[in-house]
């Protein structure tokens, strides 16, 4: 035999010095959910280990990824009922409470930290679609104004990177063109670029209370049979002036984001969503995988397929396994 692959696994040595893929912790985004109040952290039924929580328990629970070193977080709002409308009014209002909690937060730990935001009407919205609702019709045109006032709400702030996941056509522009007339060029978007239409969000619209009240997502989430369709959606988000491209969810669709980095020379993101997380977890829990060793090998497969960034509810889980030496 001339070839004999197995030569360069045979010690862990050599195992460390041909590694092709590394993933630092550097590269990962911790999802935080925030409510309104004082003293709240409250479990998530379908998300084990995650929390709904008040401004400053996500502040000690963020200080301890910083100290794990982590430092980049995107987070969401969970909204109480009575606050939604048709409109989402409450996304922009002065006494929202997720726009406050960017201020506090990056008051606290300044450059320490860089924050992502959400731009959707689901959390705010009484209908909870991404956009406008009008009988059965998702408007696209006339939910663009809405999550622009949104997004520089958002960039007013203190947000570092504007991250639109609603899929409405044009929004990246739009979005880009209010930042800049508002004089918030240094604002970044991170778009969520192919966003399918997944049953992968299920935990995370039970953290945010953000299901859709009728219908589906499918006319404006893309269908999981198409990959062309996502080099459609990348030329456009490209030309609108993303700054980075996300693939979501991350481990059904690792074609995709491997497809998008091959084609485009900026960072690609994927969002490893909360049901992959919660499969994930539940098999552990259930003694069926082996936690630190399937999260790890799934946070890698991500990674090799291409995505430059990963947000996941396990990065504050790779911080502290990195910080043991165990990975
Ligand atoms: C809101 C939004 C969703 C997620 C991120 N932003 C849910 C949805 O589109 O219904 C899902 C994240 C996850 O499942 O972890 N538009």
């Not at 195992?15 to 911790?30: A, D, I, M, P, Y």
């Not at 009014?89 to 935001?117: M, W």
């Not at 044009?170 to 969520?192: A, C, H, K, M, Q």
Request: aromatic fraction near 8%; include cysteine.
């Amino acid at each position: 035999m001339e070839r004999r692959p197995r030569r360069n696994r045979a010690t862990a040595f050599s195992r460390g010095f041909l590694k092709e893929t590394h993933l630092s912790v550097s590269n990962l985004v911790q999802p935080i959910f925030l409510v309104d109040g004082k003293g709240i952290r409250d479990e998530v039924k379908s998300m084990p280990g995650n929390f709904r929580m008040s401004t400053e328990e996500a502040i000690k629970e963020m200080q301890s990824c910083v100290g794990l070193g982590i430092g980049s977080f995107i987070l969401f709002p969970a909204v109480v009922e009575e606050l939604k409308d048709k409109h989402a009014t409450y996304s922009k209002s002065p006494d929202n409470f997720y726009l406050k909690a960017f201020t506090e937060i990056k008051a606290h730990f300044g450059d320490l930290v860089q924050l992502i935001t959400d731009v959707a009407m689901d959390p705010y919205s009484s209908d909870g679609h991404d956009g406008l609702v009008e009988g059965d019709t998702i408007l696209n045109d006339e939910t663009l104004p809405i999550l622009a006032e949104m997004a520089l709400a958002q960039a007013k702030a203190g947000a570092d990177i504007i991250g639109p996941s609603d899929m409405m056509d044009g929004r990246v522009g739009y979005i880009r063109d209010t930042l800049d007339e508002n004089g918030y060029t240094d604002v970044g978007i991170l778009s969520y670029t192919a966003k399918y239409a997944s049953a992968f969000y299920g935990p995370f619209r039970d953290a945010l209370d953000s299901a859709p009240k009728k219908g589906d997502k499918k006319t404006y989430q893309m269908d999981p049979s198409n990959k062309r369709e996502a080099l459609l959606e990348a030329d456009l988000d490209f030309a609108e002036g993303a700054d980075m491209m996300m693939v979501k969810p991350a481990l059904p669709y690792l074609d995709i984001i491997h497809v998008l980095k091959e084609n485009y020379d900026i960072p690609i993101a994927a969002y490893n969503v909360s049901g992959e997380c919660s499969m994930l977890t539940a098999a552990c829990q259930n003694g069926w995988l082996d936690f630190e060793k399937a999260m790890p090998e799934m946070l890698m497969s991500i990674r090799r397929a291409g995505a430059d960034v990963i947000i996941t509810y396990f990065a504050k889980a790779y911080a502290q396994m990195v910080k043991d030496g165990k990975i």
